[in-house]
């Protein structure tokens, strides 16, 4: 596995050895849950779909293993366009459980 960061913008998707991951949407926080943004991420993989909300520094598990971290989040002065730093760590394919449905 090796991580590399990359950046996200707001409706697009990544498609990785085992998983798709999309940027769906930019939130602000309530203060009681810490406050400041947060990017809504949407992960796909062969066993189903799941949402995750992460602000910066935070991480969520990818469905094969591995992991996506949120290294920042950008929005544009007015908010119309918004992009997340994100830093992903996955298996590589060979790696991939069997029957995940990673491309050769």
Not at 78 to 100: H, K, L, N, W
């Amino acid at each position: 596995m090796s991580a590399r960061p990359e950046l996200l913008r707001q409706g697009a998707q990544r498609r990785g050895a085992t998983c798709s991951i999309g940027f769906i949407a930019t939130t602000l926080r309530p203060s009681e849950a810490g406050g400041g943004l947060a990017a809504r991420l949407g992960i796909s993989g062969p066993a189903g779909r799941t949402a995750v909300v992460l602000g910066p520094g935070e991480s969520a598990p990818l469905p094969d293993g591995g992991s996506v971290r949120v290294i920042d989040i950008f929005a544009s002065p007015d908010g119309t366009q918004t992009a997340a730093a994100i830093e992903v760590d996955e298996p590589r394919e060979a790696d991939a459980a069997p029957g995940s449905g990673a491309r050769p």
